[in-house]
């Protein structure tokens, strides 16, 4: 008999309770992820609940005692207590130390089973629903239960060698830079792996261009890239890529045709297959629907090292909630669990509301929908813009959240929309003050140098007169 075969008998069940009875400890662990509906029948329903859901710790005792009392009320029919007498002789035996072990060690196992078995039971009515994602995600759930009761912990003093391993290769492999320089310092080399990214903005601020940028700088340093659009459709997404790569204004690439095969066909040669590009109609995809993407890409053997999704809040929750800030939190933790599951770096995007959009330097009060949604997010940066900025392709990055570095930092940078490209500026914008007390002290100085000129040049002119006088008056005096 397998070891999932055994966790899930009888026999195991017993020892399961027996050692919840026995231990405390272990008994307030296992109770929180374990439910009624794991236990085969409902003798074993009825001692799980009862040492469970108790107010205070049972012992064999106090258990006999609950048993007797249900028997009293009724709750334990006669042709049951026979039944319930051999359970309760099996369960309050102590559990032998070779034992327990083993029921720790297999306890996850029994929560996964179960829980996988009771989620098969509830697909059938879903699948005549034609409910398909919400099938997955409840597998999904049923698979991951347990799963942190089978984790022994990170053995800090034991893994030094490892870890100094892995820290002296994971600013290679692990970090994916932005190719804006300050950002990228802000952030020690960029966003990791396993993280989520966040661009707030409004309308027109360039919220997907920016995704774009950074799809196209992790694709040229070698990372395969998948990039979820939830608003513009493949094509659209693609001529923006083919403008960005082949620096080709978007309303010119039938113009430039040559330039444009040639520059995606070097790209190809060089990185093969390593951006894909997957349209979904907005309220349509949930978080299980890109996962799913995924594993099926992974299974060819494109795994992929970044993941855009354009954007958050056209993303549907993987099942109904009563309000939109549940709804909203949901999704983003979501998206927080895909990029600790597949080992990714995730970069999305999310609106400002009204009062945001208006503000030439928005802030979270700014932020559309839950707030919350920053909260979970590893790296937030806010883009923003004044009038005068935008018209002269200027944009201010202000970097509100940053777990890998220092954050409340503002980066400048220039902007083209024409050709999808971002700048960082040599030298930020300077402040309007300095700017206009700069003006007047040029202004100030430019007619200091005129009535300086003035002055000279009259002087100069006076000077000349009397020099004309008295050589007139000298030819004079000659004269006589």
């Given at each position: 008999m397998s070891d999932v075969e055994f966790a899930v008998t009888e026999d195991y069940q017993c020892k399961v309770l027996a050692y919840m009875l026995q231990n405390p400890e272990f008994c307030d662990v296992v109770r929180d992820h374990m439910q009624v509906e794991h236990f085969n029948n409902k003798t074993l329903q009825w001692f799980f609940t009862a040492i469970a859901q108790s107010?205070?710790?049972?012992?064999?005792?106090?258990?006999?005692?609950?048993?007797?009392?249900?028997?009293?009320?009724?709750?334990?029919?006669?042709?049951?207590?026979?039944?319930?007498?051999?359970?309760?002789?099996?369960?309050?035996?102590?559990?032998?130390?070779?034992?327990?072990?083993?029921?720790?060690d297999k306890v996850g196992m029994f929560i996964r089973a179960q829980s996988v078995k009771q989620a098969l039971m509830d697909s059938v009515e879903l699948a005549k629903a034609e409910q398909w994602d919400d099938i997955v995600g409840m597998m999904q759930e049923a698979v991951a239960a347990g799963m942190n009761l089978d984790d022994q912990g990170y053995d800090y003093l034991g893994?030094?060698?490892?870890?100094?391993?892995?820290?002296?290769?994971?600013?290679?492999?692990?970090?994916?830079?932005?190719?804006?320089?300050?950002?990228?310092?802000?952030?020690?080399?960029?966003?990791?792996?396993?993280?989520?990214?966040?661009?707030?903005?409004?309308?027109?601020?360039?919220?997907?261009?920016?995704?774009?940028?950074?799809?196209?700088?992790?694709?040229?340093?070698?990372?395969?890239?998948?990039?979820?659009?939830?608003?513009?459709?493949?094509?659209?997404?693609a001529d923006r890529f083919d403008s960005m790569f082949a620096e080709v204004k978007p309303q010119e690439l039938n113009d430039y045709q040559t330039q444009v095969l040639e520059k995606i066909e070097n790209l190809h040669s060089t990185y093969g297959k390593s951006l894909l590009i997957q349209h979904y109609p907005a309220d349509t995809a949930t978080i299980n629907t890109l996962k799913e993407f995924c594993r099926a890409r992974s299974q060819e053997g494109i795994v992929p090292d970044l993941i855009i999704i354009d954007y958050l809040d056209l993303m549907k929750p993987h099942r109904e909630y009563h309000s939109e800030h549940a709804e909203i939190d949901a999704i983003t933790k979501g998206i927080i669990g895909f990029a600790a599951e597949f080992d990714v770096a995730v970069w999305t995007a999310t609106q400002l509301n009204r009062a945001g959009m208006v503000s030439e330097t928005p802030d979270e009060a700014g932020m559309a929908g839950y707030v919350g949604k920053q909260y979970h997010a590893d790296i937030v940066l806010w883009l923003a813009q004044t009038k005068e900025e935008k018209e002269e392709e200027l944009m201010r990055i202000w970097v509100s959240k940053n777990r890998n570095g220092p954050f409340g930092r503002t980066i400048h940078l220039e902007t083209n929309y024409s050709y999808m490209k971002f700048y960082e500026r040599s030298v930020a914008k300077p402040d309007e003050t300095q700017a206009k007390a700069t003006k007047v002290l040029k202004k100030s100085t430019k007619e200091a140098k005129a009535k300086k000129a003035a002055k000279d040049s009259a002087a100069a002119a006076e000077i000349k007169d009397d020099l004309a006088t008295a050589l007139l008056n000298a030819v004079g005096k000659d004269d006589d």
């Open positions: 107010g205070h710790h049972l012992t064999p005792v106090t258990l006999r005692e609950e048993m007797i009392r249900a028997a009293n009320a009724k709750s334990i029919k006669q042709e049951e207590i026979g039944k319930f007498i051999q359970t309760f002789d099996i369960v309050k035996e102590r559990v032998l130390p070779v034992e327990e072990d083993y029921i720790k893994v030094v060698a490892e870890r100094i391993y892995d820290r002296a290769h994971e600013r290679v492999h692990r970090k994916i830079p932005s190719a804006i320089p300050d950002l990228d310092a802000l952030t020690f080399g960029g966003i990791k792996q396993g993280q989520m990214g966040m661009i707030v903005g409004g309308t027109g601020r360039g919220k997907s261009i920016f995704l774009q940028w950074l799809a196209s700088a992790a694709l040229l340093l070698n990372k395969k890239v998948v990039y979820f659009t939830f608003e513009l459709g493949k094509r659209d997404i």
